[in-house]
């Protein structure tokens, strides 16, 4: 584990996985909050296909170019969910469960279908399906930078914009805001946090750094910048345990133990959140018992009193 500080390598994982924890950890705090956790799931499977296309269409293994078409392919199935919601009685979670289905089915097919062309095995695009942290390069970490910086500047200069469509879209329509370019921009925003984070965590984990440190966060403060700025922090946090733990093995996943290590922080917070913990509640509760016990007695001993003086006279 120590090889973290020294080898150049292990250094770029690094930078990278805490570059990825912290982009979706911020903005997976708007997408919590406006119940849409399944939105980086259908996102993140929606970009199968993208991929697929890109790499069917350009026959070269290209980072970049995979990441157009998986940004395309998630705007789309953006457009399809919302779609959907506004011109059905279909319910936005339903919507989501039919567009990650059917993303998902095309990408497996196009998937089978590369693999068994005569480049598919070369094409390595299966590794998507569960991320290869170890691959990242310095360019792909940059690219994270630059997506990190996006997503924060954007979240900082559209805070109040995203606060309001989160707690109550109707009052945001009433001042006179467009929910609609509003819902959409915020989508697009969580397509390319999803996008970027695909290569390291995969498409079948990625919904988690996304969602996880955001419900962590969530226990610890009823303020959004404050729980902004803690699930970025816990996102951060995640990657970079998990690279450290996974530094120290030759067989164990960096992407996999950074969602485990997000994990292992929820039931921290869980437990021991300051106003909606276990251990919190638990104390509340004996300290409320022990009040009540003490103001019985106090009832009991002054009308033991007053009976006594009665008794006197």
């Keep these: 584990m120590l090889n973290l500080f020294t080898d150049p390598n292990l250094q770029w994982i690094l930078i990278g996985s805490m570059l990825l924890g912290l982009s979706t950890g ?14 980086g799931d259908t996102l993140a499977h929606a970009a199968l296909p993208g991929i697929c296309i890109a790499f069917m269409l350009s026959g070269v293994k290209s980072v970049g170019y995979f990441m157009i078409g998986a940004i395309v392919a998630g705007m789309i199935a953006t457009l399809g969910i919302s779609w959907i919601t506004r011109h059905s009685r279909i319910k ?84 006179g805001f467009s929910v609609a370019t509003l819902e959409q921009l915020l989508l697009w925003l969580v397509t390319i946090a999803v996008v970027v984070g695909i290569q390291a965590v995969g498409v079948v984990l990625v919904a988690a750094l996304l969602i996880t440190p955001a419900v962590s966060a969530r226990y610890w403060t009823d303020r959004l910048g404050v729980m ?17 733990i996974s530094a120290g093995t030759a067989s ?3 992407g996999p133990l950074s969602v485990l290590t997000a994990t292992a922080l929820f039931v921290g917070s869980v437990l021991f959140g300051p106003r909606r913990g276990v251990v919190a509640k638990l ?16 009832k009991a001993g002054a009308a033991s009193s007053a009976k006594e003086r009665e008794v006197s006279a």
Excluded at 26 to 39: C, D, E, N
Excluded at 114 to 122: A, D, L, T
Excluded at 237 to 242: P, T, V
Aim: charged share 15%.
């Design 228 to 244: 902004t700025i803690l699930s970025g922090i816990f996102g951060a946090l995640s990657g970079a345990i998990g690279t450290w």
């Design 252 to 254: 164990l996943p960096t």
């Design 283 to 298: 104390i509340r509760r004996y300290t409320a018992k022990r009040e009540w016990a003490a103001e019985g007695k106090g």
């Design 92 to 175: 936005p979670d339903a919507a989501m469960g039919i567009v990650l289905s059917v993303f998902f089915g095309l990408g497996i097919v196009l998937l089978t279908q590369i693999q068994h062309s005569s480049y598919g095995n070369q094409s390595g695009l299966d590794k998507f399906l569960f991320g290869q942290a170890a691959s990242m390069t310095s360019n792909d970490v940059y690219t994270m930078m630059g997506v990190a910086i996006l997503l924060i500047v954007a979240c900082a200069l559209l805070f109040k914009e995203f606060k309001l469509i989160s707690f109550d879209s109707g009052y945001a329509r009433g001042l």
């Design 26 to 39: 911020i903005i997976g705090t708007f997408a919590y909050l406006r119940k849409q956790s399944l939105i």
